[in-house]
């Protein structure tokens, strides 16, 4: 989906793939027949934490708002009715 403003970040695209990963993995790990199942390699065990994943993602919105309003005033109605059309079914 392409940005209202025109702008995009593509540098963010790495760690959104980070983020999706994360989450992807933590679906799929982190449960072993009814059981946790933590990685035994610490490295790996950060595959197990999605909600690490989830909050970097809104770490990104959060940065995106702030980089794409800067300074700029918000029409509130207007934000949300367009959020609303977006998320809408």
């Known amino acids: 989906m392409?940005?209202?403003s025109g702008k995009y970040?593509?540098?963010l695209d790495h760690i959104r793939a980070v983020a999706?990963?994360?989450v992807f993995t933590w679906h799929f790990i982190h449960v072993n027949n009814g059981h946790e199942a933590a990685p035994p390699i610490f490295p790996l065990?950060?595959?197990t934490e999605g909600h690490t994943g989830v909050a970097l993602f809104m770490a990104?919105?959060?940065y995106l708002f702030a980089k794409l309003l800067d300074g700029k005033?918000?029409?509130y109605t207007s934000f949300i009715w367009n959020r609303f059309l977006r998320l809408a079914p």
């Open 73 to 75: 005033n918000i029409i």
């Open 2 to 4: 392409k940005s209202s």
């Open 9 to 11: 970040f593509l540098g």
């Open 20 to 22: 999706a990963f994360l």
């Open 60 to 62: 990104l919105s959060g």
């Open 45 to 47: 065990s950060i595959l």
